[in-house]
């Protein structure tokens, strides 16, 4: 166990719908970052969080926002779903401060849009 | 461009075999290394790291991966494999700079044949 968690662990939508996936990250990371990995594909970097601020960000739309809060915790919104977006959505917690740092992954939410 | 290539996508072996798998990455500047694994249904572990030091890395469950720096290579080996190694392999890269974002090879997906 890695003390990143996350829930759902499963979620189904239908397309346009909206979506809010949670982590908890490891007790003293103040670094979230969230990943989408498609079917047969390695993680992609979606945004990252450190201390409450958005400090990175990959090639995703703005329909995909994110929010972390004070204890650390962060939320992966997506709004107007599409079909595309079905996919293992992973979060991984870090000390932050500099890249030199180890990421902890949580178990990840799979969603289906259909 | 920032990259990771993984140019195995499946790898097929017997117990006991020795394994090699190939990744060579792109990037400007300063890198940390890892492989992480993922057993079918579990979430991301880390297998080695590579900050700094010795190019030889030892990790767990017996892998280890040699960093080139002149050939921009981080490959993982394990002189005797066992059906228990059968997961997705990513190699992956992180700069050094607080908002680095980890960069994810394709994956390759081994299987160990009993």
């Known amino acids: 166990e890695t003390g990143v968690t996350q829930s759902p662990t499963h979620l189904i939508k239908t397309r346009g719908q909206q979506v809010t996936l949670r982590c908890s990250s490891q007790?003293?990371?103040?670094?979230v970052s969230w990943y989408q990995q498609a079917l047969g594909q390695g993680p992609q970097f979606i945004f990252q969080?450190?201390?409450?601020?958005?400090?990175g960000r990959g090639n995703f739309p703005p329909r995909f926002s994110g929010l972390q809060f004070p204890n650390y915790s962060s939320e992966l919104n997506v709004n107007a779903l599409e079909l595309d977006d079905s996919a293992l959505y992973l979060c991984?917690?870090?000390?932050?401060?500099?890249?030199?740092?180890?990421?902890?992954f949580g178990q990840g939410t799979r969603l289906t849009v259909v | 461009a920032q990259s990771v290539s993984q140019h195995n996508h499946h790898v097929i072996l017997s117990e006991a075999a020795s394994l090699e798998l190939g990744c060579n990455y792109s990037?400007?500047?300063?890198?940390?290394l890892f492989w992480y694994v993922q057993y079918p249904g579990q979430h991301l572990q880390l297998l080695l790291k590579?900050?700094?030091?010795?190019?030889l890395v030892k990790g767990i469950k017996g892998f280890e991966a040699e960093f080139i720096k002149s050939k921009f290579s981080f490959n993982l080996r394990k002189p005797s494999v066992q059906w228990s190694d059968t997961a997705e392999y990513f190699c992956?890269?992180?700069?050094?700079?607080?908002?680095?974002?980890?960069?994810f090879g394709s994956g390759t997906r081994l299987s160990i044949r009993p």
């Open positions: 590579y900050f700094s030091g010795d190019p």
């Open positions: 990037y400007g500047g300063t890198v940390n």
């Open positions: 007790s003293g990371h103040n670094t």
């Open positions: 991984a917690s870090s000390p932050g401060g500099t890249g030199n740092t180890e990421a902890f």
């Open positions: 992956a890269l992180r700069g050094y700079s607080s908002a680095s974002k980890i960069i």
């Open positions: 969080y450190y201390r409450e601020e958005e400090n």
